[in-house]
C-alpha cells in the first residue's frame, strides 16, 4: 500500500524528480524487492509497521525521506495507524454537551492539534511530514459547491 500511494503521488507530480523517482521504484519492482500490493499480516499493516521494501526505501531515499505523511516513524516504518492507537496525540476536540441544547449533544465544534490550536473550522489547519517539515495545508481543495477556506463544509 505505501508504494501504491508513492507511485500515484509521484505520476500527480510529473516533473524530472518525479521521472528520477519513479525509475528507482521500478528498480525495486524488478528486483523483487517489494510488491505493488505485498502480503503482509493486517496487524503489521495497521499497528506494528512495515519496516522493508519499498517502505525502508522511502525513508532512506534522498528524494522522499523527508517528504513522508506522519503513518511513517523511525522505530517501525510505515503503519497506518502509527500513533493512533492508545494516544490522542495530535488530536484535540471541543465537543458539545448539550447542556443548554440537547441537539447539540456531542456536536464537534472546535478542531485542533492541541488546547492551544482549536479552531471553529479547518481552513487553516496544517499537516506536516513524519520529519516535522515540509508543511502544508490539510485541506486546500473547494467542497462540492466550490467553496474554499473557512466557507468550505470540507
Same mark, same amino acid.
Given at each position: 500500500m505505501p508504494l501504491a500511494g508513492l507511485i500515484a503521488k509521484l505520476v500527480d507530480m510529473g516533473d524530472m524528480v518525479a521521472g528520477i523517482a519513479l525509475g528507482e521504484v521500478d528498480k525495486l519492482l524488478e528486483a523483487g524487492t517489494d510488491e505493488l500490493f505485498a502480503n503482509t499480516t493486517v496487524g503489521d499493516f495497521l499497528f506494528r509497521g512495515i519496516k522493508t521494501g519499498a517502505a525502508e526505501w522511502m525513508m532512506g531515499y534522498a528524494l522522499t525521506k523527508d517528504r513522508l505523511p506522519p503513518v511513517f516513524r523511525e522505530e517501525n516504518g510505515f503503519a497506518l495507524f502509527n500513533g493512533k492507537q492508545d494516544t490522542s496525540e495530535n488530536e484535540c476536540y471541543q465537543v458539545e454537551t448539550g447542556q443548554e441544547d440537547w441537539e447539540q449533544h456531542t456536536v464537534i465544534t472546535k478542531w485542533g492539534k492541541d488546547s492551544? #490550536? !482549536?479552531? $471553529?473550522? !479547518? #481552513? $487553516?489547519? %496544517? @499537516?506536516? @511530514? *513524519? @520529519?516535522? %517539515?515540509?508543511?502544508? %495545508? *490539510? *485541506?486546500?481543495?473547494a467542497d462540492a459547491d466550490g467553496n474554499t477556506g473557512e466557507n468550505s463544509t470540507c
Open positions: 492551544q #490550536s !482549536l479552531r $471553529e473550522d !479547518l #481552513s $487553516e489547519a %496544517k @499537516t506536516c @511530514t *513524519w @520529519t516535522g %517539515k515540509h508543511c502544508q %495545508k *490539510w *485541506w486546500p481543495n
